[in-house]
């Protein structure tokens, strides 16, 4: 019984205390949005997707937020990476309870995967830093913040799941950030990423830059320069509003 009670108290100090993140590359991580939690108090939990322990540990686990990174796989590429359909049933599962969940790119499209909308590549790929066009349910909610160029870097697109509300656009892309309620959000986008870690983007994602016509290292690096640092200013605030309402 007291061994019991203790795994029923740990259970809940996790829901208060634990972000856990789904990572898919080791350089795709929460970047700047990792010191926000832990300025709240929250600790962040990394699992490496594909080392078998996603689902039953996740769910046991119950984190207060959860996080599914981005990475170069698709979306409905379950027969090449069984663990996406892991993450699939996770995502459902969450959204089920109506627990916060955010998805960035690959996550997002997860998101959107789980809620039964298509998920297929896009006109062509969009890779470097660029605005998004905020709709006017975009502009009322917290990424009203986000006035600054982001990180893109994708090659697949989405459609918006039915219960979904349009948050925001680029011409290459319509569909570049979705909301459930308060406590679900989906960013096709990178607002996360640190200007000290783009090297590791551009050595992770050589090969893809190399196959990707008009994208070049050097200009992503100069753009890098230019507005990373006003992202991660602007992308704390973000998180810290849009952290206000999903986790009340």
């Known amino acids: 019984m007291a061994g019991h009670t203790i795994e029923i108290l740990r259970?809940?100090?996790?829901?208060?205390?634990?972000?856990?993140?789904?990572?898919?590359?080791?350089?795709?991580?929460?970047?700047?949005?990792e010191q926000v939690l832990?300025?709240?108090?929250?600790?962040?939990?990394?699992?490496?997707?594909?080392?078998?322990?996603?689902?039953?540990?996740?769910?046991r686990r119950s984190p207060r937020l959860l996080v599914i990174l981005g990475g170069p796989m698709g979306?409905?590429?379950t027969a090449?990476?069984?663990?996406?359909?892991?993450?699939?049933?996770l995502?459902?599962?969450r959204l089920s309870r109506e627990k916060p969940l955010l998805g960035i790119c690959l996550g997002a499209q997860l998101i959107a995967a789980a809620m039964g909308a298509g998920v297929y590549a896009g006109e062509a790929k969009e890779i470097g830093w660029g605005a998004v066009d905020l709709s006017a349910a975009g502009a009322d909610s917290p990424l009203a913040e986000m006035t600054t160029p982001v990180l893109h870097w994708?090659?697949?697109?989405?459609?918006?799941?039915?219960?979904?509300v349009h948050l925001a656009s680029t011409p290459a892309c319509?569909?570049?950030?979705?909301?459930v309620g308060r406590r679900v959000l989906g960013l096709q986008f990178h607002a996360e990423v640190r200007g000290d870690a783009i090297e590791s983007w551009l050595i992770g994602h050589a090969h893809e830059i190399a196959q990707?016509?008009?994208?070049?290292?050097?200009?992503?690096?100069?753009?890098?320069?230019?507005?990373?640092?006003?992202?991660?200013?602007?992308?704390?605030?973000?998180?810290?509003?849009w952290l206000d309402g999903a986790l009340a």
């Open 174 to 179: 319509k569909n570049q950030a979705f909301a």
């Open 75 to 77: 979306a409905l590429e």
């Open 154 to 164: 994708h090659g697949d697109t989405f459609d918006l799941p039915q219960e979904a």
């Open 91 to 93: 995502i459902r599962s």
């Open 80 to 89: 090449a990476y069984p663990f996406l359909e892991e993450e699939l049933a």
């Open 38 to 59: 832990r300025d709240r108090g929250i600790d962040v939990t990394y699992a490496d997707a594909g080392r078998g322990w996603l689902l039953e540990q996740v769910e």
């Open 212 to 241: 990707a016509p008009g994208v070049s290292v050097q200009e992503i690096r100069a753009d890098t320069r230019r507005h990373a640092s006003l992202l991660e200013s602007r992308s704390r605030t973000f998180f810290n509003r």
């Open 11 to 33: 259970t809940r100090v996790i829901e208060m205390t634990e972000a856990l993140a789904i990572r898919h590359v080791a350089f795709e991580d929460m970047g700047s949005f």
